[in-house]
């Protein structure tokens, strides 16, 4: 760095008597003094574009997000169908994020409450812990059947589409229908089964793994309710902080 900024003072300061003493020009034996001419302004450099990733798939959210805050990064891209490979992308992600937060938030909202759901498991780091490995395959069950796999064969859209509307309570009931209404890849609004049918799948395959005195049928439907419920919040939020700058009208 030192010798750099060395080699820049000497060019600067030769540069500056350049421009400051007369020139010589000899024209057929002819001395002729000419002024000098002022150094030409150095261009400036176009700065390049910063290089953001992109998502040739669609199935990741848009990057950088131009709103949102922080949950800008959950943004979606909804400009065109998703392909089923696109769904198992996505699927994959939510497992991972926001699913292995939120199954921990309710792993341990269940050991707070000391429900009769998932009693069998007992407390402590133990009791946690499976708590949380249940509720996370339950929640991955669920969302490769009902986002991806019944999705892709149903040919439904799995994203969450915000409202158009301004009023809260439109959009709020916006938000609590799509747990039933969806749209096709196509744009068709259509039943919401694959969702549906994807949530059950996951609380009975949850059932199905627990111990003898916790698989009764009304264990299945407080794990169907539960997860519904979780869905139905996943939408309120994505609907009023994740898209709370979309257009509306």
């Known amino acids: 760095m030192v010798p750099l900024a060395v080699g820049w003072i000497l060019t600067l300061s030769f540069s500056l008597q350049a421009q400051q003493a007369p020139r010589e020009l000899v ?8 002024p000098a001419e002022p150094a030409p302004a150095l261009a400036a450099l176009p700065t390049p574009a910063p290089a953001w990733p992109s998502d040739p798939a669609g199935a990741l959210p848009a990057w950088p997000p131009d709103s949102g805050g922080q949950l800008g990064w959950f943004r979606e891209d909804r400009s065109k169908p998703l392909t089923p490979s696109n769904k198992f992308t996505r699927a994959m992600k939510l497992t991972i994020l926001p699913g292995v937060v939120a ?3 309710a792993a341990g909202l269940g050991m707070a409450k000391d429900t009769r759901l998932d009693r069998d498991y007992g407390m402590g780091a133990e009791g946690f812990a499976q708590r949380w490995g249940s509720a996370f395959g339950q929640n991955a069950v669920g969302l490769f059947m009902g986002d991806f796999a019944l999705a892709s064969a149903f040919h439904q859209d799995p994203r969450y589409h915000p409202d158009q509307k301004k009023a809260f309570g439109h959009r709020l009931g916006h938000a609590l229908a799509a747990l039933v209404v969806t749209r096709s890849d196509s744009g068709q609004i259509e039943f919401n089964s694959s969702h549906l049918i994807g949530i059950a799948a996951g609380a009975g395959v949850a059932t199905a793994w627990h111990h003898q005195s916790d698989r009764a049928g009304r264990f299945f439907a407080e794990r169907f309710g539960y997860d519904l419920a979780g ?9 009023f ?9």
Do not use: F, H, N
Not at 231 to 239: D, F, G, P, T
Not at 241 to 249: A, M, S, T, W
């Open 27 to 34: 024209t057929q034996g002819l001395k002729v003094v000419a």
């Open 103 to 105: 199954t921990a938030g």
């Open 231 to 239: 869905s139905a919040i996943y939408r309120v939020i994505y609907e």
């Open 241 to 249: 902080l994740v898209y709370k700058d979309e257009p509306r009208k």
